[in-house]
């Protein structure tokens, strides 16, 4: 608030010990720029994270990092060191230290972050100082961490240099991605034949605003699809890769759509996604990001049309939406808010009525992610099934098969008193057993609603895995969701116990046992 004196900086060391501690670890004064990187170090100090290093500890720790930026290069890959944290008196100070020196770009300390996360580190503190040598902005990061075996650091670091490459790769081909899409988005204002031009127009309006920083580009390659000598496509035949890739697709065998083991070809889900008149295909890819957000990242696929109307193939760009994409309503998302407006109309509610609102209200919450990639139909079927739902809370599922057959996801609602840890974790697995796939991600969505939802990503093998009946599912679902108490009544009921009696009866066991 205004007029409050403001506090002092919490600092255990001050600046200019830790000036006095590096410039007696490098045998002689800071410079300029030196003097910069210390003062970004010591705003990012605090003596609680890491109370056993002295400021002469921190000074001889920055002081080592210093002497491998003033060795880098412009241009030149990170410089990644992994090693025990050495103390001012020579001794091991207890902790490890990685140091991470290269150009300065975008996304660098989340994606750092992510992959010391991914790996299990234990994070103490973390410097990030960027700083001008020789005229380029560099990047310093230190991370202290809690030691590690060799294998574990040599591990990290391979992990951390792959991390980087990524970075390096999406943010060097950031501009020629942008053209890439510029390029395909004037394709598809060329109007090919056999496009409904309203959903041309979604499709073009999708593409654009992408461009308009609501996704981050970070890969993209062009295919051809395989013709044959009638002018048909041939499913299982070899995908065949134009040009080469960009960003993190600049690997040939990093994959898209696929398993890193399974060939390139057009399967035959994807021929059956070429029948369709959409021109944009927005998916989940098989390949986790590295850079910025550990997560699958999106795919979007756009056609490319030959002289006969038909398509010949395709540009597959990968990335992450932005939180920007995220934040918008449904209604202000090209594609999403075609399929919400068409749901609606089709549900049939009064205009203005209770359950108008409802739906309205499930539309707008529906999972982000699902809402990219949904179809319409589908859309409909669940949001009336989640309405539904409302009036009879119950353990219920809706689930969704992805069209490239690798995974399934399910929307669960559990009632709020039945919902808890284990709950979720017995409903896991058996959604993974019953899919015969592995339980990929889960998220859950607590509110003031009776229901709790849960959207769980059920990895499977494509056309290797079986489809149970959803009627029996959900059946073994609510039984996982049933409390000792649910099983005591039932038990009670019947052995014929009246029901005036079931209820003291419960309760005076249930502090015992429920």
């Not at 490098?26 to 003596?47: K, M």
């Not at 796939?437 to 895995?465: C, E, F, K, N």
């Amino acid at each position: 608030m205004s007029g409050e004196t403001a506090q002092p900086h919490p600092q255990a060391i001050p600046l200019e010990a830790l000036e006095a501690s590096f410039a007696a670890a490098v045998g002689g004064q800071p410079g300029p720029d030196a003097r910069s990187y210390l003062a970004q170090a010591w705003d990012d100090y605090a003596a609680d994270e890491t109370p056993e290093l002295s400021g002469a500890d921190l000074g001889v720790l920055l002081a080592s990092v210093w002497g491998r930026a003033c060795e880098h290069r412009p241009g030149e890959a990170a410089r990644i060191s992994i090693g025990p944290l050495t103390g001012a008196d020579g001794r091991p100070a207890g902790y490890d230290s990685i140091a991470i020196v290269q150009d300065d770009r975008p996304f660098l300390v989340d994606s750092v972050m992510g992959e010391l996360a991914e790996a299990g580190v234990t994070v103490r503190s973390m410097y990030h100082p960027i700083v001008e040598i020789a005229g380029q902005r560099v990047s310093l990061i230190v991370v202290v961490i809690d030691p590690l075996p060799q294998e574990r650091r040599d591990a990290l670091g391979e992990g951390l240099a792959q991390t980087m490459a990524d970075v390096r790769g999406a943010v060097s081909d950031h501009a020629a991605m942008n053209a890439l899409m510029a390029r395909s988005i004037a394709h598809l204002e060329a109007s090919p034949r056999g496009v409904d031009p309203e959903v041309l127009a979604e499709n073009l309006a999708f593409l654009q605003w992408l461009q308009a920083d609501h996704f981050v580009f970070l890969g993209a390659r062009d295919y051809d699809y395989p013709r044959s000598q009638d002018g048909g496509y041939e499913a299982e035949a070899p995908l065949s890769q134009s040009g080469v890739g960009l960003g993190v697709l600049v690997d040939p065998e990093r994959t898209v759509l696929r398993r890193a083991n399974e060939p390139a070809v057009l399967t035959r889900s994807m021929k059956r996604q070429l029948d369709l008149s959409e021109p944009v295909t927005v998916a989940k890819a098989n390949v986790r990001s590295r850079v910025h957000r550990r997560t699958y990242m999106d795919y979007i696929g756009v056609k490319r049309f030959g002289p006969d109307g038909r398509p010949s193939g395709e540009t597959r760009f990968v990335g992450l939406f932005t939180a920007e994409a995220y934040d918008k309503t449904a209604t202000q998302v090209p594609l999403v808010r075609r399929k919400v407006a068409n749901a609606l109309i089709r549900a049939g509610k009064a205009a203005g009525s209770h359950s108008e609102k409802r739906l309205k209200n499930i539309l707008e919450n529906y999972p982000r992610d699902e809402l990219f990639q949904v179809s319409e139909n589908e859309l409909l079927e669940i949001a009336l099934g989640i309405l539904h739902l409302h009036d009879r809370p119950r353990i219920k599922t809706f689930t969704r098969q992805d069209p490239f057959d690798r995974f399934v996801s399910v929307l669960a609602f559990i009632p709020r008193e039945r919902f808890d840890a284990s709950v979720r974790e017995r409903i896991g697995k058996i959604l993974a057993r019953a899919w015969g796939g592995r339980l990929s991600a889960w998220y859950p969505q607590l509110s003031d609603q009776p229901l709790v939802r849960i959207h769980y990503i059920i990895g499977v093998t494509p056309g290797d895995h079986p489809c149970p009946d959803q009627a029996a599912l959900d059946a073994e679902i609510a039984e996982a969701g049933r409390s000792w108490i649910d099983r005591f009544e039932s038990a009670l009921r019947e052995a014929d116990v009246d029901d005036v009696a079931v209820g003291p009866l419960s309760a005076r066991w249930a502090e015992a046992f429920g």
